[in-house]
C-alpha cells in the first residue's frame, strides 16, 4: 500500500510540476503567424480575421500576453551565448514569471520607449560569468545589413530546471525587437495563452483556432516540446507497472494468509458443517476474517505513506538532477480520489482473489476432521 501511494502521488506530481512548468514559462498555447519559419525570429502575427476579445472570453482561457522572439548572441569580453530574446510588453504575467526568479527582479515593461532590462537564465549568467545589475552586449544580425549592437543591465536571473529553455532564452522589452524587425509600434510576434486548467487544453484548443484567422495558427506546448512530452509519459508506464506488481504481491501474500487460516482451523471448519453450515457460509467467515487483517496494514500503509510524502513535500528531502529530471526535487501530489481509490482498489481485489481459494473448504470433510481430532 505504501509503495502504491507514493508510486502514484510521486509519479503525478511530477507530471504535472513538469507540465506547469513549461505551461507556466510560454504559455499552454502559443498563436503565431503561418508565415513563421523553423528559425526563433519571429514573423508578424496577421491581424485579419484575428478576434482578441472572442479569444478572451474563451472560458478556458485565464489570460494572454503578446510577444515576439529574435535571435541573437550575448557576448563580453571573455565568453558569448547564443541566445532567443523574448521580448514581452505591458500585458506580460509578471506574477507567474515570479516562480521561475532566484535572483533579482521582473522589469516593468511598459512599451513607453526602451527597457533595458533584462532576465536571463541561471545557466547562462553562469556561462557568462554574470550577475543582478552586470551589463551585457547583445548581437543581432540581419540578412540585409549590418549586426545591431544592444547593450542590456540584467535585472533578474530565472531557473525552470528545464534545459531547452535555460540554454536559450532571455527576457526583454518587444519594443526592441519591434525596432530592428521594423515592427509597426503595436504589432506582436506571437499570443501566449495561459489556461486556467492544463488539463483542458484539448477542448480550449480548437475554439481558440476559431478566433485567430486563417493566417495564424495554435500550437500546444507539448507540440513545441515533444521530447518533454515523451518524458511525461514514461511516468504512466511507470506508474501501471508499479501499482501492477504491487497488487500481484498483495495478492500472493493474502491468498497465504487466507490457506494458513484454513490450515489452522480446518477442526472448525468441520464443527460448523457438523452444525448445519453451509459451505458458503463458511467460506464468507474466513473471507471477512482476512480482509479485517488486511484493514489495520491498509490504514498503517497509508499513515506511513503520507507522512513520508509530507515530509518531501514540504522539505524536498530527495533532489533529482534537473538536466535528466527536468525538476530538482521529486515533487508530490495529494489527491484524495488516488489515494481513497488505491485503498478501495486494494481491498476489492484482495476479496475478489479470495473467493477461488476459498473453495478449498469444500473439500474439507466434517468426519475426516472431528475423527483427526
Known amino acids: 500500500m505504501m509503495v502504491s501511494l507514493i508510486t502514484i502521488s510521486t509519479g503525478f506530481g511530477s507530471k504535472e510540476a513538469i507540465k506547469n512548468k513549461i505551461g507556466d514559462f510560454g504559455g499552454h498555447i502559443s498563436v503565431k503567424s503561418t508565415k513563421s519559419n523553423t528559425s526563433y525570429n519571429s514573423s508578424v502575427l496577421d491581424e485579419e480575421n484575428f478576434k482578441m476579445e472572442q479569444l478572451r472570453q ?3 482561457i485565464e489570460t494572454a500576453q503578446s510577444y515576439a522572439t529574435l535571435s541573437g548572441i550575448l557576448r563580453n569580453k571573455e565568453h558569448f551565448a547564443g541566445i532567443i530574446l523574448k521580448g514581452v510588453g505591458k500585458d506580460f504575467d509578471k506574477e507567474r514569471f515570479k516562480k521561475f ?9 511598459t512599451e513607453n520607449g526602451y527597457n533595458n532590462e533584462i532576465i536571463i537564465s541561471e545557466e547562462i549568467a553562469n556561462n557568462l560569468g554574470l550577475k543582478v545589475k552586470d551589463s551585457i552586449t547583445a548581437v543581432f544580425s540581419k540578412e540585409e545589413g549590418q549586426p545591431i549592437y544592444r ?5 533578474g536571473i530565472y531557473n525552470t530546471d528545464i534545459r531547452l529553455i535555460d540554454d536559450l532564452f532571455i527576457i ?17 510576434g506571437g499570443i501566449d495563452i495561459f489556461l486556467k486548467d492544463f488539463n483542458k487544453i484539448d477542448e480550449a484548443y480548437p475554439k481558440i483556432e476559431a478566433a485567430i484567422g486563417y493566417k495564424n495558427y495554435a500550437e500546444k506546448v507539448t507540440d513545441q516540446f515533444p521530447q518533454i512530452l515523451q518524458w511525461i509519459n514514461i511516468f504512466d508506464t511507470n506508474i501501471s507497472v508499479i501499482v501492477g506488481i504491487m497488487l500481484i504481491v498483495v495478492v500472493i501474500n493474502i491468498i497465504m494468509v487466507l490457506f494458513i487460516l484454513i490450515i489452522e482451523r480446518t477442526n472448525s471448519i468441520g464443527i460448523l458443517k ?19 487483517i488486511i484493514v489495520p496494514g491498509l490504514v498503517l500503509g497509508n499513515l506511513i505513506g503520507l507522512g513520508l510524502l509530507s515530509l ?13 529530471y527536468y525538476i530538482s526535487t521529486v515533487p508530490v501530489e495529494f489527491n484524495i480520489i488516488h489515494i481513497l481509490g488505491v485503498s478501495a482498489g486494494i481491498l476489492v481485489i484482495s476479496a475478489i482473489s479470495l473467493i477461488l481459494p476459498s473453495y478449498i473448504i469444500s473439500r474439507i470433510s466434517p468426519a475426516r476432521t472431528v475423527r483427526y481430532d
Not at 526568479?101 to 515593461?109: A, I, K, T
Not at 547593450?151 to 535585472?155: G, L
Not at 525587437?177 to 504589432?187: G, S, Y
Not at 457438523?274 to 479485517?292: D, E, K, P, S, V
Open 58 to 60: 474563451i472560458p478556458e
Open 101 to 109: 526568479l532566484v535572483e533579482g527582479e521582473v522589469p516593468d515593461f
Open 151 to 155: 547593450k542590456f543591465a540584467v535585472k
Open 172 to 188: 526583454g522589452d518587444i519594443n526592441h525587437i519591434r525596432k530592428i524587425q521594423k515592427m509597426d509600434k503595436t504589432q506582436v
Open 274 to 292: 457438523t452444525m448445519g453450515a453451509t459451505n458458503g457460509q463458511i467460506r464468507a467467515i474466513f473471507i471477512n476474517y482476512t480482509l479485517l
Open 312 to 324: 518531501q513535500k514540504y522539505f524536498g528531502i530527495i533532489s533529482l538532477n534537473p538536466k535528466e
